[in-house]
């Protein structure tokens, strides 16, 4: 019976996030009183929203990778190993051993959780259950312990769950996506790095003042501040610096133009196509626990639709790979994850209210931190996708996204301890953050109930 099961989550999660969610969408819908007639159009829009955003994804990744590729070359960047990214990383661990169980295991964890009101967050998001799953999956690989495997899902997720918390007022306040939260990958894992630097500049005269975003931007520079202009004009620049010519570095410009455009549309899209949902369920776990507030877990993709995230985005492709060769012993050549940086600096870009200058700062701190752990990943990865016949013994993969994961890698060094003086470094670093992160949240909690009231 488990291993019908088995086969029919996997090949449901095979088919991709643009199948999988509508199906999800469709059947929590009809269950929590969505109508037929309204939960089917509503899960067709949400999936064709997500193709739209593999679209732009793939536009990205195409444009940009070898941008990326062209700036190492051009500027010597002896770095050996190559970010496979979060493309070539979610394969590796849906093949693993532990993967069918980790959906389940994931899904168990949450429903517990909130019955003992230890979250609010309602994760509707399957496909990306696979960030619990990959720190189960290394966990499994390099300890050979199947049940520290299973717990890395269960702590992961436990985690995760309680960001969906933690960030639910900042999705609201910043981003206007009320009764949503993102529980999941980089956005939410790295995010309580920039309340600490938040904190930090608002106590520094001069900085404090310092006030950049895309829409006082538009004000101060005119059309040049339009995302369509940016878009562009930071897609050139990216060109000129891999060494392009003009017709090479044009087109990029204006692909990004596009970017900066489409993704919006294509995120409202996606938004269209939960609206039925969220707002049954809302009414639903109102009635039943007596107005509490719950919030709906979703990808962080939805936060693309920003244009201060995007901008962002375009502005780390460079800054990334100049940090590469910041972090000292560095072996990571950033690639794959290069073109959707946006994930792990989307979440940094609402505590910060959109101010772009605070968000490269705090967005300096986490990509940094989340290269030096990719370096000690290295071999873990490595390991993993060997296992599942992903790679050939004697090569050696990293990713950013997952492999520079701070649960993922304070989790598994406690078993192994190859280097306990990182990993507690790493873990009293971000124990201190989180604490900032909760006084964050319930300040921008604070104040959403201010203005309500």
Known sequence: MWEIISNIINYIVDMG???????????????????PGKALPAALTLGVGFVGLGLIVGLMNNQLGPAAEAMSERFGLSLSVVDIGWPGNSPIVWASEIATIAIPVAIGVNILMLLLKWTHTVNIDIWNIWHMTCTGAIAYVVTGNFWIGILGVVVHAIIAYKLGDLWAPLTTDYFELDGITIPHGTSATMAPIACVVDAIIDKIPGLNKIDINADNLQDKIGPFGQPVVMGFILGAVIG???????????????????????????????????VPLTERAREVMNKRFHGEQYYIGLDPAILLGDSQVVTAGLIFVPLTLLIAVLVPGNRVLPFADLATIGFFIAMAVAVHRGNLFRTIISGFFIMYMTIWISNQTIPWLTALGVSVGAIEAGSTIASLDQGGNPITYVFTQIFTQENMPGMIVIAVIYIICWIFAVHTSRQRAAELAALRY
Request: hydrophobic share 65%; proline share 7%; net charge positive.
């Open 17 to 35: 996030a643009s199948v999988m969610l509508p199906i999800v969408i469709f059947i929590i819908s009809i269950i929590v009183g969505v109508k």
């Open 240 to 274: 000129l610096l891999a060494g392009y010519t003009p017709s090479e570095f044009l087109p990029l410009g204006i692909n990004m133009a596009a970017v900066m455009v489409l993704m919006p549309k294509i995120v409202k899209c996606i938004m269209d196509g939960l």
